[in-house]
């Protein structure tokens, strides 16, 4: 099993890059496929991107504007987002799953943090 807490949301501003970090805690973090999804207010929680062995699967929202990296020697994974828009306003979490694949499918994840909230301004 594995604990996850992301960090780095807050206020930026439009066109703006911004970073987000998922750290966990337990189990060895290597072995876990780990996505983020964003859910905006009013909003359907939504797949961002996915990670695991070296395969990316990304979702539609921020396709092309996002990036997905880890470091499971510090059992940590990043979201690296450019151009964010007021649209991206969301809180975005971050997943875990002990399959193999990046899935883009919410109930493949077992394990979420409590998500933390990005708000773009104009």
């Known amino acids: 099993q594995v604990r996850l807490v992301e960090s780095g949301g807050g206020l930026v501003q439009a066109g703006d890059s911004h970073r987000l970090s998922c750290t966990a805690s337990?189990?060895?973090?290597?072995?876990?496929?780990v996505a983020w999804f964003r859910q905006a207010p009013g909003k359907e929680r939504e797949f961002v991107v996915a990670?695991?062995?070296?395969?990316?699967n990304y979702g539609d929202s921020m396709k092309g504007r996002c990036t997905i990296s880890r470091d499971n020697g510090k059992k940590t994974a990043y979201l690296q987002m450019t151009d964010l828009n007021p649209d991206d306003t969301a809180v975005y979490y971050c997943?875990?799953?002990?399959?193999?694949?990046?899935?883009?499918?919410?109930?493949?994840?077992?394990?979420w943090g409590q998500g933390t909230q990005v708000t773009v301004s104009l």
């Open positions: 990670v695991n062995w070296g395969i990316t």
């Open positions: 337990g189990d060895s973090f290597a072995k876990y496929a």
């Open positions: 997943a875990a799953s002990e399959l193999t694949s990046p899935s883009a499918q919410e109930r493949a994840y077992a394990y």
